[in-house]
T-cell receptor, first 115, second 110 residues
Framework: AQSVAQPEDQVNVAEGNPLTVKCTYSVSGNPYLFWYVQYPNRGLQFLLKYITGDNLVKGSYGFEAEFNKSQTSFHLKKPSALVSDSALYFCAGRVTTDSWGKLQFGAGTQVVVTP | DGGITQSPKYLFRKEGQNVTLSCEQNLNHDAMYWYRQDPGQGLRLIYYSQIVNDFQKGDIAEGYSVSREKKESFPLTVTSAQKNPTAFYLC?????????FGQGTRLTVV
């Protein structure tokens, strides 16, 4: 079965330190992968996506993610976290060979950045 | 965000009532989705549609119904059969390489 997993319920980091939010995927074909951020009582905002090409993808608000096919991972990173990065982050994926192309979401990771 | 509009932002339902949440997109996306989110929780798929006049049940479809008469619109009806409807509801649409969400509707039973 196709799936996306976020192994950490919460990540705590001090402001100014590097931030990493983990995501792994399990698909039978080549994946399209996405990261979203959700602030309280808001919809999900698109951060970045991997479709093809460079394994390092740059997105909004200084975030980037690295696609690693051998480790089936797509971890979200930011070199220096801000308090305003505190939010709920979701990884999502779909299979390029799936005619339905239904999005699969991870369970979400709460990021807490302390001053 | 990204051309998807959900309305209303807040909705109150009395016991035994059906209510309908609106979702409209102008992105020309084929696929549309409805998710439910409970406090501190992830997303649970209610229904999705890949094409007009066709839709599929997600993981928690009981007590909900949808229609897809137009490509742009995917309304969700929360029926009286849904015993615990208080939640945050999110609509999304997607093409092959992109997916965007609406701002959500918070439904409360009063």
């Amino acid at each position: 079965a196709q799936s996306v997993a976020q192994p950490e319920d919460q990540v705590n980091v001090a402001e100014g330190n590097p931030l990493t939010v983990k995501c792994t995927y399990s698909v039978s074909g080549n994946p399209y992968l996405f990261w979203y951020v959700q602030y309280p009582n808001r919809g999900l905002q698109f951060l970045l996506k991997y479709i093809t090409g460079d394994n390092l993808v740059k997105g909004s608000y200084g975030f980037e993610a690295e696609f690693n096919k051998s480790q089936t991972s797509f971890h979200l990173k930011k070199p220096s976290a801000l308090v305003s990065d505190s939010a709920l982050y979701f990884c999502a994926g779909r299979v390029t060979t799936d005619s339905w192309g239904k999005l699969q979401f991870g369970a979400g990771t709460q990021v807490v950045v302390t001053p | 965000d990204g051309g998807i509009t959900q309305s209303p932002k807040y909705l109150f339902r009395k016991e035994g009532q059906n209510v309908t949440l609106s979702c409209e997109q102008n992105l020309n996306h084929d696929a549309m989705y409805w998710y439910r989110q409970d406090p501190g929780q992830g997303l649970r798929l209610i229904y999705y549609s890949q094409i007009v006049n066709d839709f599929q049940k997600g993981d928690i479809a009981e007590g909900y119904s949808v229609s897809r008469e137009k490509k742009e619109s995917f309304p969700l009806t929360v029926t009286s059969a849904q015993k615990n409807p208080t939640a945050f509801y999110l609509c999304a649409s997607s093409g092959w390489t992109e997916a965007f969400f609406g701002q959500g509707t918070r439904l409360t039973v009063v």
